[in-house]
C-alpha cells in the first residue's frame, strides 16, 4: 500500500475500452491543498481518469489512493462520503425543484442519523443553504426552478451541490464548457472565491489555457491515456509535447 | 383563520378526522360503506405514491393487500383475534416485515422491470392461494364479524364503528406519512425519482431509498387489505389478482404523488364510478373505468393532488 504525504494518488492505472487506451500507467499524486488542472483533448483520459478517481469507472489494473486508503474497488458513493466530492460537464441536477431545494438534498444527503419527522426545512438547514447562496452568488435564482436557469449559473448550482458536504477534495468537470466567452472569468472568480472558503483541494478538467493559467498552480497533461506533462502552470504549458499534442496544431503522436 | 392554523398538519388531519365522523352519522350506510373501502385502497394508494416519489410504481400491490386481508382473516378464524383495531395494525406490521424481506430483490430493478416483478410476486400468490383448500381456495373464506376494545358492536352500527376505527388510524398513519414526506430522508427521495446518479455522488442511497419506500408501501397495503377484507367480512384470493392491483395503480395516477389527501379522494372517486357504473351498466363499468382514467390523465396529468398543493401554496404565501 502507498504511504506517504499525497492526499490522492493513484499508482500504475491502465484503463481500455476495447481496443481504446484511456489510461496507461498512470502514476499521479496530489497534496492536499493544491489546484490541479487537467487538460488535454478530446479522448485524451481526463475525465476517464476523474471517473476512476470517483468510483464511476474502475480500472483495469492499478490502485487510488486516498488518505492512503485503497479506494480503488468503492463505489461513488462510499467515496463521496469519504471526501471526494465531483461536479459534472452537464450539470446533474434535480431540474423540477428550485435552486434552494436542490442545495436542501445536498445537506440532507450528506447529514447523518436522519430525522424521519424532523422537517427538513428546518432553521438550521435554512440557514447553511443561505450561507451557500450567498458564497455562489445564487441569492437571486433561490427560488427559481433549475430548469429555468442560464447555464453559467447550473454550474454554479452543480458545484455549489459538491461542496455542501465539506470534502477533502473536489473535482469539477468543465466548469466553464457551454458557458459563453465573457462569462467565463465572472463564473471562474465566482467559483474561485467561493471554494478559497475551505481548506479545499481542486482537481479541474479544463480546455480554455487562459482559464488554466489564471486558476492553478499545477497541471496534469494527458495524451492518448498517458501523462506527458505534470509541473507547474509555466513549465507545462512551454513543455514541446504539451504544445505539439494539446495546445498545438499536431493531433498525432510521432513514432 | 389564520395561514399558519390551516398550514398545520395536525390541524388539517384532526379537522378533517372530526368532519368525517360527525359526516358518517348523517350519510347512508352505503356511503359509509364505501367510503371505508376507498380508505381501504387508498391506503395502498398511500404506499403507491410513496414509491412513485421515489421513481418507482408497483403493478403488484395486490400482492401486500393480500397478506394483509389473509393476515386479518386468518388471525381472526384461527387465533379467534377479532378485535379491529388489533388486526389492522398487526397487518401493517406483518405485512411491513414481508416488505422489508423482499423489498432487497425488488430495489435492484427499476422502471418497467421493477414493476413487473412486483407483479410476478402477486401472480404467485393468487396461485398459491387458490390452490389451499384448507383456506378456502379460490372461494376464500368469511371473517368472523369485528369486535373493538372486547366490545361487539349491534349490527346497524357494526359499519360505523369500522369506518370510525378507519378514519382514526388512517389519519394517524396519514400524519406520519406527511412528515416522512417532508423530513430530509422524504427529499432525498423525490431527487432519487429525479437524478438517481446525482443522489448517489451526493453520498446517499437509492437502493436504500427503494427498500425503504417499498417496505412503508407493503405495511400500507397490508393495512388496506386488513381493512378491506373486515369491512367485506370476506377475504378471497382476488385480492392479490392482477386487474385489483391496477386498480391501485388507477388511484395513484389520479392522484399523482404530490398530496396525501388527494390519494384518499382519488380512492373514493375509484369507489363511486364503480358502485355506480356497476349499478346502471353492470356489463360495461370497466369501460366507463377506462374514460375515467383517460379523461383524468388528459386533464389532470399531475392528479388531484395538483390541486391540493396550489390550494396550500397559495396559503403558505400568503
Known amino acids: ?255 | 383563520m389564520s395561514p399558519k392554523l390551516i398550514n398545520n398538519i395536525f390541524f388539517q388531519s384532526i379537522f378533517l378526522m372530526s368532519l368525517l365522523i360527525v359526516v358518517g352519522i348523517f350519510i347512508p350506510n352505503w356511503l359509509v360503506f364505501v367510503i371505508t373501502k376507498a380508505i381501504a385502497y387508498g391506503l395502498v394508494g398511500l404506499g403507491i405514491i410513496t414509491l412513485m416519489r421515489g421513481g418507482l410504481v408497483s403493478f403488484g400491490q395486490g400482492f401486500v393487500f393480500g397478506i394483509g386481508g389473509y393476515t386479518a382473516g386468518l388471525l381472526g378464524t384461527q387465533a379467534g383475534l377479532t378485535d379491529a383495531i388489533l388486526l389492522l395494525f398487526i397487518s401493517f406490521i406483518f405485512t411491513g416485515f414481508v416488505g422489508l424481506i423482499i423489498a432487497p430483490l425488488l430495489a435492484r430493478y427499476r422502471d418497467i422491470f421493477f414493476a413487473m416483478l412486483s407483479l410476478a410476486f402477486s401472480m404467485v400468490l393468487y396461485g398459491i392461494l387458490i390452490k389451499i383448500d384448507a383456506i378456502g381456495g379460490s372461494d376464500g373464506f368469511v371473517l368472523p364479524e369485528s369486535t373493538y376494545f372486547g366490545i361487539k358492536p349491534s349490527p346497524e352500527y357494526a359499519d360505523y364503528m369500522l369506518y370510525v376505527v378507519s378514519i382514526i388510524m388512517t389519519g394517524i398513519v396519514s400524519i406520519i406519512i406527511k412528515y416522512y414526506y417532508d423530513s430530509t430522508p422524504g427529499l432525498i427521495a423525490l431527487a432519487v425519482r429525479e437524478n438517481e446518479l446525482r443522489v448517489e455522488y451526493l453520498g446517499s442511497s437509492a437502493f436504500n431509498v427503494a427498500v425503504l419506500n417499498f417496505t412503508i408501501a407493503a405495511g400500507l397495503g397490508g393495512m388496506g387489505g386488513a381493512l378491506n377484507g373486515i369491512a367485506l367480512g370476506h377475504i378471497d384470493p382476488e385480492f392479490t389478482y392482477w386487474t385489483t392491483s391496477g386498480e391501485f395503480v388507477f388511484i395513484s395516477i389520479l392522484a399523482g404523488y404530490l398530496s396525501v389527501p388527494a390519494v384518499f379522494l382519488a380512492a373514493l372517486l375509484l369507489e363511486l364510478v364503480r358502485s355506480f357504473s356497476g349499478r346502471y351498466f353492470p356489463d360495461t363499468w370497466q369501460l366507463i373505468l377506462g374514460v375515467f382514467l383517460i379523461l383524468s390523465i388528459i386533464f389532470i396529468p399531475s392528479g388531484i393532488g395538483s390541486f391540493f398543493k396550489k390550494f396550500f401554496d397559495k396559503f403558505k404565501n400568503k
Not at chain 1, 91 to 96: D, G
Not at chain 1, 203 to 225: C, K, L, T
Open chain 1, 1 to 255: 500500500m502507498s504511504k506517504n504525504n499525497d492526499l490522492l494518488r493513484a499508482e500504475g492505472i491502465n484503463k481500455s475500452f476495447g481496443a481504446v487506451t484511456a489510461a496507461k500507467d498512470i502514476n499521479v499524486g496530489i497534496k492536499k491543498g493544491e489546484r490541479v488542472s487537467l487538460i488535454g483533448s478530446n479522448g485524451a483520459g481526463k475525465t476517464t481518469f476523474m471517473n476512476m478517481v470517483t468510483g464511476y469507472l474502475k480500472p483495469d489494473t492499478g490502485n487510488i489512493f486516498f488518505k492512503n486508503e485503497n479506494i480503488t474497488s468503492l463505489n461513488p458513493r462510499v467515496i463521496t462520503q469519504k471526501g471526494i466530492s465531483r461536479s459534472f460537464q452537464i450539470p446533474q441536477i434535480f431540474e423540477p425543484m428550485s435552486t434552494w431545494e436542490n442545495l436542501l438534498v445536498a445537506l440532507g444527503t450528506s447529514q447523518k442519523n436522519h430525522s424521519y419527522f424532523k422537517n427538513a426545512r428546518s432553521k438550521e438547514n435554512s440557514d447553511y443553504i443561505d450561507e451557500m447562496l450567498s458564497r455562489f452568488s445564487l441569492n437571486e435564482f433561490a427560488h427559481r426552478q433549475v430548469s429555468e436557469l442560464p447555464g453559467g449559473v447550473r454550474k454554479l448550482l452543480d458545484i455549489a451541490m459538491a461542496l455542501v458536504r465539506k470534502p477533502d477534495i473536489l473535482l469539477l468537470d468543465e466548469p466553464t464548457s457551454g458557458v459563453g466567452a465573457e462569462e467565463k472569468y465572472p463564473l471562474m472568480d465566482t467559483i474561485a472565491k467561493a471554494l478559497s472558503v475551505e481548506d479545499l483541494t481542486v482537481i479541474f478538467v479544463e480546455h480554455d489555457m487562459d482559464i488554466v493559467q489564471n486558476y492553478s498552480e499545477r497541471v496534469v497533461a494527458f495524451y492518448q491515456g498517458e501523462i506527458i506533462a505534470d509541473d507547474n502552470c509555466d513549465k507545462v504549458l512551454k513543455d514541446k509535447n504539451v504544445q505539439e499534442y494539446v495546445t498545438g496544431k499536431t493531433q498525432v503522436k510521432a513514432k
